[in-house]
């Protein structure tokens, strides 16, 4: 009987913490979920606002998801629900199909949580979490700074009472320009104020409040509820000066009641039209969800299970579907503040969604005032922290190749939009790390004197022989660089009359592939013809067992030796 339990606990994360939990855990717990609520609930609305979806997808997004996520995730801390790069990635393959405001957009927002669900269940049944790896971070850094941009842009439009549209940066500044003289000033000081005052409590409230000698857990509470107040001044205002009736535009009525549960009428049509998209959102909130997620967790010394973590977000996502919900993944800011606030298990997540409900089934009519502008500024300062300037800037100097992949990535998204970044930003980082590896760092190598270590002949002063060659290859051996080996050892080996021994220093090279196979054979064929041996030093165990099943070693015309010392002490030995 142990060995399912131990399989049905690695499925069900909750059967591990859960036996543990006590009084004081759900003390905790219900705390950081208070305060998570009511960050959250500002923030559900104006993510749904900005995926073009009604504001109540946001809270419905925002209930079972929770749940979902509690019984599969394996962080302790991460805050699951809308995001603001999943909800324009959501706007942005939506749009494409449906016009907003209509059915078949919501509809086309449902498939797409329920589709990247079941790419993401799958993906951790299959534990293909290693996908991710081919968005590096400079190229996620890229993409996120500018959706942090575009995201602001979008906004502005409800800042300054517009109907203006566009994609991407220059549809948008475009149509803001040709808007101008219609701005209303009443939704102008109503945005501008509050993203002033949200501004002004990120990042200067807590150190005033604390330095007139409010306590920092309360100045920290009282930051994290700016929003709401920030939502209940605007409300008052809307209804005591009639703002709707000066052109302020209002969120209206929202449905009050929990969402219907059920899949939606699809065709197959749609399913494949949104499979790419669902991929890309699936593979980028995973990306940022697990960078949250083994951040926190390394602070309590926890650990998290990426393949599990697939799992985790997936059924978020089917919950997200079956609750007429939208694409989710684990929020930074939100889950910095559940651990902040003293979350001890994903209960918390549980008793947030109970608040959300709540919300949803009580408060939704006294947001009928809420003007939109508030939920633009409410987007535009929570993604301030997105743009990552600082991060650009390391990169330029560390290294420019991936500068360039970070540069194009974020170059095609302000220009072309979100999904083609991203593909520009991967496919130009493979490209890059193909071209720099097909020309690996190779360096002939001298015995620095009085020791056993050989270094680079262009660095130290070291010891040569003329009739030894001593080569180290800084890189595994594959197909693109093969060649690039066999000429590069003909053209020093044809620059050395003198040499009579070719000794490749294999410390560095993790596999050897069938391409790169046929070369060390061809070298080693060209080499025999030209009277010059051919050795290898300090071949790492799995690279030596591959070469044992071929015949390479049978046709060697030197040795393999345990250390280039040895070879070159038996080569001297055998050649006095």
């Given at each position: 009987?142990?060995?399912?339990?131990?399989?049905?606990?690695?499925?069900?994360?909750?059967?591990?913490?859960?036996?543990?939990?006590?009084?004081?855990?759900?003390?905790?717990?219900?705390?950081?979920?208070?305060?998570?609520?009511?960050?959250?609930?500002?923030?559900?609305?104006?993510?749904?606002?900005?995926?073009?979806?009604?504001?109540?997808?946001?809270?419905?997004?925002?209930?079972?998801?929770?749940?979902?996520?509690?019984?599969?995730?394996?962080?302790?801390?991460?805050?699951?629900?809308?995001?603001?790069?999943?909800?324009?990635?959501?706007?942005?393959?939506?749009?494409?199909?449906?016009?907003?405001?209509?059915?078949?957009?919501?509809?086309?927002?449902?498939?797409?949580?329920?589709?990247?669900?079941?790419?993401?269940?799958?993906?951790?049944?299959?534990?293909?979490?290693?996908?991710?790896?081919?968005?590096?971070?400079?190229?996620?850094?890229?993409?996120?700074?500018?959706?942090?941009?575009?995201?602001?842009?979008?906004?502005?439009?409800?800042?300054?009472?517009?109907?203006?549209?566009?994609?991407?940066?220059?549809?948008?500044?475009?149509?803001?320009?040709?808007?101008?003289?219609?701005?209303?000033?009443?939704?102008?000081?109503?945005?501008?104020?509050?993203?002033?005052?949200?501004?002004?409590?990120?990042?200067?409230?807590?150190?005033?409040?604390?330095?007139?000698?409010?306590?920092?857990?309360?100045?920290?509470?009282?930051?994290?509820?700016?929003?709401?107040?920030?939502?209940?001044?605007?409300?008052?205002?809307?209804?005591?000066?009639?703002?709707?009736?000066?052109?302020?535009?209002?969120?209206?009525?929202?449905?009050?009641?929990?969402?219907?549960?059920?899949?939606?009428?699809?065709?197959?049509?749609?399913?494949?039209?949104?499979?790419?998209?669902?991929?890309?959102?699936?593979?980028?909130?995973?990306?940022?969800?697990?960078?949250?997620?083994?951040?926190?967790?390394?602070?309590?010394?926890?650990?998290?299970?990426?393949?599990?973590?697939?799992?985790?977000?997936?059924?978020?996502?089917?919950?997200?579907?079956?609750?007429?919900?939208?694409?989710?993944?684990?929020?930074?800011?939100?889950?910095?503040?559940?651990?902040?606030?003293?979350?001890?298990?994903?209960?918390?997540?549980?008793?947030?969604?109970?608040?959300?409900?709540?919300?949803?089934?009580?408060?939704?009519?006294?947001?009928?005032?809420?003007?939109?502008?508030?939920?633009?500024?409410?987007?535009?300062?929570?993604?301030?922290?997105?743009?990552?300037?600082?991060?650009?800037?390391?990169?330029?100097?560390?290294?420019?190749?991936?500068?360039?992949?970070?540069?194009?990535?974020?170059?095609?998204?302000?220009?072309?939009?979100?999904?083609?970044?991203?593909?520009?930003?991967?496919?130009?980082?493979?490209?890059?790390?193909?071209?720099?590896?097909?020309?690996?760092?190779?360096?002939?190598?001298?015995?620095?004197?009085?020791?056993?270590?050989?270094?680079?002949?262009?660095?130290?002063?070291?010891?040569?022989?003329?009739?030894?060659?001593?080569?180290?290859?800084?890189?595994?051996?594959?197909?693109?660089n093969s060649r690039y080996l066999e000429d590069r050892i003909a053209e020093l080996v044809a620059q050395r009359p003198d040499v009579r021994h070719v000794v490749l220093m294999c410390s560095a090279v993790n596999a050897i592939d069938a391409s790169a196979l046929e070369s060390l054979e061809e070298i080693n064929h060209r080499l025999r013809d030209a009277d010059v041996t051919f050795h290898l030093t300090e071949v790492k165990g799995p690279v030596m067992d591959r070469l044992k099943r071929a015949d390479f070693l049978d046709h060697l015309t030197g040795r393999v030796f345990l250390s280039q010392f040895e070879a070159i002490s038996a080569i001297r030995s055998a050649n006095p």
């Open positions: 009987m142990r060995l399912p339990a131990i399989r049905l606990q690695r499925y069900l994360p909750i059967l591990d913490w859960a036996r543990a939990y006590d009084r004081a855990t759900l003390t905790s717990d219900v705390v950081a979920a208070i305060i998570v609520t009511i960050m959250l609930i500002p923030q559900s609305l104006a993510y749904a606002m900005l995926a073009g979806l009604p504001p109540e997808v946001g809270l419905y997004a925002s209930i079972l998801p929770l749940v979902a996520y509690a019984l599969f995730g394996t962080s302790r801390t991460l805050a699951v629900g809308p995001v603001a790069v999943v909800s324009l990635m959501t706007a942005s393959a939506v749009g494409q199909i449906a016009v907003q405001g209509t059915a078949d957009y919501l509809t086309a927002a449902i498939v797409l949580a329920l589709l990247s669900g079941v790419m993401l269940v799958l993906m951790g049944l299959l534990r293909l979490g290693f996908l991710a790896n081919f968005l590096s971070h400079p190229v996620i850094s890229g993409f996120i700074t500018a959706s942090g941009i575009l995201i602001a842009a979008s906004q502005l439009k409800h800042i300054l009472g517009v109907a203006a549209g566009g994609d991407t940066l220059l549809e948008m500044i475009i149509a803001l320009a040709g808007l101008a003289a219609e701005i209303n000033p009443y939704t102008v000081a109503v945005g501008v104020g509050a993203l002033a005052f949200l501004y002004f409590a990120r990042t200067r409230l807590k150190p005033l409040l604390i330095g007139i000698g409010v306590a920092k857990r309360a100045a920290d509470l009282a930051t994290k509820t700016a929003p709401i107040l920030a939502v209940a001044v605007t409300i008052l205002l809307a209804v005591a000066l009639d703002l709707a009736a000066k052109g302020v535009p209002l969120v209206g009525s929202i449905p009050q009641g929990l969402p219907a549960l059920g899949f939606p009428q699809v065709s197959f049509e749609l399913i494949m039209t949104l499979a790419a998209p669902a991929f890309l959102i699936s593979i980028i909130g995973f990306v940022e969800s697990v960078s949250v997620a083994q951040t926190l967790a390394s602070k309590r010394r926890q650990r998290i299970v990426p393949d599990q973590e697939l799992i985790g977000l997936g059924a978020a996502n089917i919950a997200a579907g079956l609750s007429s919900g939208y694409p989710v993944t684990g929020g930074f800011a939100r889950s910095v503040v559940n651990f902040d606030a003293g979350a001890e298990t994903p209960a918390a997540g549980v008793f947030t969604a109970v608040g959300i409900a709540f919300a949803t089934l009580f408060l939704t009519p006294l947001l009928t005032s809420l003007p939109q502008a508030t939920l633009a500024a409410t987007i535009i300062v929570a993604v301030l922290s997105l743009v990552d300037f600082k991060a650009i800037r390391h990169v330029f100097h560390y290294s420019k190749a991936d500068f360039s992949a970070m540069a194009a990535t974020i170059i095609v998204t302000l220009l072309w939009g979100v999904e083609p970044g991203v593909v520009a930003g991967v496919a130009l980082s493979l490209f890059l790390h193909l071209y720099r590896t097909s020309k690996p760092h190779m360096a002939i190598i001298g015995q620095v004197p009085g020791t056993e270590h050989f270094r680079n002949v262009e660095r130290h002063q070291v010891l040569t022989d003329p009739q030894i060659l001593s080569i180290r290859v800084d890189e595994s051996l594959y197909f693109a």
